[in-house]
């Protein structure tokens, strides 16, 4: 009973061991200031590969050569410059030099472009964005993919960010994909416009004269319409601005 009362009295005197409270009694020992400056000098050296990537992608121009290790590769990430076209050209996009994005680039960009770095043992540059041309700096005459180049118009895909492309868009852009679509949208455009009009509204009598001849006007009306607009505002087909820095053109 003796040893009993004993053994309970001690237990009830020690206390539950508390790891953090161990733990700061552990860095207490070590010098603070020294502490501290290794860590300001980690966060200095990551701010400085930060900034670096930074300039690179703010001043990347012209087409350059990253030589990735062929073995780190993904191959789901490699796109060839046929392939970026006619995402461009369907959906109105711009594919250019990141210099010219004007847009906040995300720091998990940033990431993603040190672990590449880190991975292929390389410094990636010549870097492209394909965007709408909203979101470039473009000189006079919605969703942003960075790319660096691979060399033989083969590009790597880094990072997609922002929201995704109205899924119309695709669709609504299709007139002006290229000089043939853009005839035939007027030609069907001119057509039903021409259906719309009541029969008889010209002549007396209904008749396929009546019909071509408003056809014929309500083409040229449209046609001229839509051609006044596009010198107007300096537009082009998507087929012709795809990689163009000119927002008139």
């Known amino acids: 009973m003796l040893h009993t009362f004993i053994f309970e ?5 020690l206390e539950n061991t508390n790891i953090k409270s161990r733990l700061d009694a552990v860095r207490e020992k070590s010098s603070t200031t020294h502490i501290l400056a290794e860590v300001e000098a980690l966060l200095s050296e990551t701010n400085k590969s930060d900034e670096a990537i930074l300039q690179r992608i703010e001043n990347a121009e012209g087409e350059k050569h990253n030589a990735f290790q062929f073995d780190l590769i993904e191959t789901d990430k490699i796109y060839h410059i046929t392939q970026i076209e006619k995402i461009c050209v369907n959906y109105r996009l711009r594919f250019l ?3 010219l994005y004007k847009g906040k680039l995300p720091y998990e960009a940033i990431t993603k472009i040190k672990t590449l770095e880190e991975k292929h043992n390389i410094s990636l540059d010549g870097f492209k964005m394909m965007a709408p041309a909203k979101l470039f700096k473009l000189e006079n005459a919605d969703d942003p993919l960075l790319f660096a180049p691979m ?4 590009y790597y895909f880094i990072h997609k ?3 995704d492309l109205h899924p119309l868009r695709k669709a609504m852009m299709w007139p002006f994909k290229t000089f043939e679509t853009f005839m035939f949208t007027i030609f069907v455009l001119s ?3 021409t259906y719309l009009v009541p029969k008889g509204f010209f002549m007396d009598q209904n008749s396929g004269t009546e019909f071509f001849l408003l056809f014929i006007f309500m083409f040229k009306w449209v046609g001229g319409i839509a051609l006044y607009y596009g010198f107007a505002k300096g537009k082009n087909f998507n087929s012709a601005i795809w990689r163009s820095k000119f927002f008139n053109a």
């Open 9 to 13: 009295k001690n237990n009830a005197m």
């Open 97 to 99: 030099d990141s210099k």
């Open 151 to 154: 060399g033989n118009g083969y």
């Open 161 to 163: 960010w922002g929201s």
């Open 191 to 193: 057509l039903l416009l």
